[in-house]
């Protein structure tokens, strides 16, 4: 299961550009996206994340994302049409079209579950840990600044690690982070549904959904108390490692 955690499209954002294969082919009927379940059981995380969030957080929300986006989706000029490529389409320069959020939750939900594991947390090694020491100063001023974005990005979001190469796009870009970043690792935080494929150079590594129906449920309204456990007893720092090396392969 975990080697599809590792799989995510990035190199087919690189056939995107603007809106303009919006209007190369005539409609098609597929929508063909799935609800992918987290790889491990409902009841995986536990006692750290409960089955009951699991059931509701994946099997309601996340459904739901699923099921607007292919009525949103079918018979339309995206049809066919890679959910990276609709994100990066409908997102349109900050100037969303209706498809994007349904399209962009899909995708940072799958990416999210993926990002947990039972018996995660702890500390990374080898490559990944030396850049986190090189870019951040140590792994403790890393967590310090990741759950310090989690913590204070206002109202519904997420917080990322992400790889920044140097392919900065500025063509769809609306308020993106700083460009200056290049060949480093940098902590985000979006709101909403954004996420950073839409910036174009920035490959996500890790990701925290910050919704308050990601962690109501088990910590009501402590979400620095949720922050904390998801770094200490949940990440899959093997699904980090091996999404840095598909980054940096597809950025050089």
């Not at 063909?32 to 409960?50: A, C, I, T």
């Not at 403790?140 to 190469?165: H, I, M, N, V």
């Not at 709101?191 to 925290?208: C, E, K, Q, R, S």
Request: hydrophobic share 40%; with cysteine; aromatic share 14%.
């Amino acid at each position: 299961m975990l080697i599809r955690a590792f799989s995510f499209n990035f190199a087919g954002l690189q056939n995107v550009s603007g809106i303009n294969f919006l209007f190369k082919e005539g409609p098609k009927v597929n929508a063909k996206f799935e609800l992918k379940p987290p790889p491990y059981p409902l009841n995986g995380l536990e006692p750290v994340m409960s089955q009951q969030t699991l059931e509701f957080h994946w099997g309601k929300h996340h459904r739901t994302y699923v099921e607007n986006l292919k009525k949103q989706v079918v018979g339309t000029e995206l049809d066919g049409k890679s959910l990276e490529e609709i994100i990066v389409t409908s997102y349109n320069k900050g100037d969303i079209l209706p498809s994007f959020n349904n399209a962009a939750q899909v995708w940072n939900h799958d990416f999210f579950w993926e990002c947990m594991k039972p018996g995660g947390g702890g500390k990374p090694s080898g490559e990944l840990l030396e850049l986190i020491e090189r870019d951040f100063g140590s792994f403790e001023k890393f967590l310090d600044e990741f759950k310090a974005a989690a913590a204070t990005q206002f109202g519904s979001g997420w917080a990322w690690l992400a790889y920044r190469a140097s392919k900065f796009d500025g063509e769809n870009a609306a308020n993106p982070p700083s460009p200056n970043e290049d060949n480093k690792l940098v902590v985000i935080k979006s709101p909403n549904a954004v996420n950073p494929l839409v910036w174009g150079g920035y490959y996500p590594l890790l990701t925290i959904d910050v919704w308050e129906h990601a962690y109501y449920l088990d910590f009501q309204n402590r979400r620095p108390d949720y922050i904390s456990v998801f770094m200490d007893k949940l990440v899959s720092w093997d699904a980090v490692s091996s999404r840095l090396e598909q980054a940096k392969a597809l950025s050089a």
